[in-house]
């Protein structure tokens, strides 16, 4: 595709619920990154795929979050029990085939999520 | 935790002026990257100096990197009313694979018309 896409946009949910973020990221691109944005911040790293193997999730702040890509291409970040402090911007980025290190990584336009 | 810390958080110039910002970081790099995000809207990739290099170029961006100081600076020259934005830097510290980016906090920046 022309770029990474990510849905819903926005998401309200209450207290308790769970929530299911979708990413698409640009057709051939192996690398995918999940970030979480707190208002008035930078970005924060959650976790990182390889095709669909999960190299690094030591960013997800607990238990409650989970991703997932199963065939290497859409990801989906699923969040359970929210709570309030899950309010914030979920990012996912995706990166050129692995072996080129570009290093450049193209982001998506983010899900704001919002817990009441 | 974030290892970027970024200067000033908070800038407004007038339109055609320069505006400067800069990044400070803690840990070792491979490489040094500059987003931009308008208000409400995802992350664009600006430019990336990689940690042999010591200035990059790119239409009205400059960038500089002093990895004995653990700096970089982002220069827009001539700047306009659409420049205003948050910018970020963005550092790649990653021993392998993942090329993880930890980011600062970011400069609001606003041109005034």
């Known amino acids: 595709g022309a770029g990474v896409s990510q849905s819903p946009r926005y998401k309200v949910a209450k207290r308790g619920q769970d929530v299911a973020l979708r990413c698409d990221p640009i057709?051939?691109?192996?690398?995918l990154f999940w970030y979480q944005q707190a208002l008035g911040q930078g970005p924060e790293f959650l976790t990182y795929?390889?095709?669909?193997?999960?190299?690094?999730k030591s960013g997800l702040p607990s238990d409650r979050f989970f991703a997932e890509r199963p065939e290497g291409s859409v990801s989906t970040l699923k969040i359970q029990r929210t709570q309030q402090e899950d309010s914030a911007v979920y990012l996912c980025a995706s990166s050129t085939p692995w072996g080129a290190r570009t290093d450049t990584q193209y982001f998506g336009p983010g899900t704001r999520l919002t817990v009441l | 935790s974030q290892q970027g810390e970024e200067d000033p958080q908070a800038l407004s110039i007038q339109e055609g002026e320069n505006a400067t910002m800069n990044c400070s970081y803690k840990t070792s790099i491979n490489n040094l990257q500059w987003y931009r995000q308008n208000s409400g809207r995802g992350l664009v990739h600006l430019i990336l100096?990689?940690?042999?290099?010591r200035e990059k170029h790119s239409g009205r961006l400059r960038v500089t990197l002093d990895t004995s100081k653990k700096s970089s600076s982002l220069l827009i020259t001539a700047s306009r009313a659409a420049d205003t934005a948050s910018y970020f830097c963005a550092t790649d510290a990653s021993v392998q694979g993942a090329q993880k980016l930890v980011f600062g906090q970011g400069t609001r920046l606003t041109i005034n018309p």
């Open positions: 795929f390889q095709n669909e193997a999960q190299l690094d």
């Open positions: 100096i990689r940690s042999n290099e």
């Open positions: 057709s051939g691109h192996v690398s």
